[in-house]
T-cell receptor, first 114, second 114 residues
């Protein structure tokens, strides 16, 4: 069964450093998302991406965040200058067509900012 | 603004019992209501979903009940098993044709005792 994959599974970084989280969505999917989950809290929407551009972003997704689909398979989330409060589990999700509605989540990247 | 409210925060049920988790939403534009199951260290996985044109949907031991007038929906897990021990999130989105941003509830940690 096709699945969303994410790398790395864990990332530890120093405050102020840049991190790039990588995702490989399901191959024929068109909509891509990043969510985050701070430990013990709910899953929060960060950004959606369609047709090579951001379609919607939350207030969390400020200028420190960016997304990119550098090739036909990868989808990345970059945090330019990490803060302590960026420590969370980051999930990538993908969806086939708008009418299908089911988002498939990857296993997540646990980011720890020291 | 908390668009999707979920209760209870945690639930302990004996094997064979019924687990009931409730969610309420505020935005009447929501028209897709999925439930996700999450095991520790894993990404959320779609369990079952409903659209507001039906009042109930059943898949195996899992049933969603939907009350459009009350803006509430609930998940019933029948004959609960230890393997059902997980965190359950309700969610809502606006679709089809939208970008599919999921608004999650706070989650319910379910523990099924042997």
């Amino acid at each position: 069964e096709p699945e969303v994959t994410q790398t790395p599974s864990h990332q530890v970084t120093q405050m102020g450093q840049e991190v790039i989280l990588r995702c490989v969505p399901i191959s024929n999917h068109l909509y891509f998302y990043w969510y985050r989950q701070i430990l013990g809290q709910k899953v929060e929407f960060l950004v959606s991406f369609y047709n090579n551009e951001i379609s919607e972003k939350s207030e969390i997704f400020d200028d420190q965040f960016s997304v990119e689909r550098p090739d036909g398979s990868n989808f990345t989330l970059k945090i330019r200058s990490t803060k302590l409060e960026d420590s969370a589990m980051y999930f990538c999700a993908s969806m086939g067509l708008a009418g299908q509605e089911t988002q498939y989540f990857g296993p997540g990247t646990r980011l720890l900012v020291l | 603004q908390q668009q999707v409210k979920q209760s209870p925060q945690s639930l302990i049920v004996q094997k064979g019992g019924i687990s009931i988790i409730n969610c309420a939403y505020e935005n009447t534009a929501f028209d897709y209501f999925p439930w996700y199951q999450q095991f520790p260290g894993k990404g959320p996985a779609l369990l079952i979903a409903i659209r507001p044109d039906v009042s109930e949907k059943k898949e195996g031991r899992f049933t969603i009940s939907f009350n459009k007038s009350a803006k509430q929906f609930s998940l019933h897990i029948m004959d609960s098993q230890p393997g059902d021990s997980a965190t359950y999130f309700c969610a809502a989105s606006i679709g089809p044709g939208s970008w599919g941003k999921l608004q999650f509830g706070a989650g319910t940690q379910v523990v099924v005792t042997p």
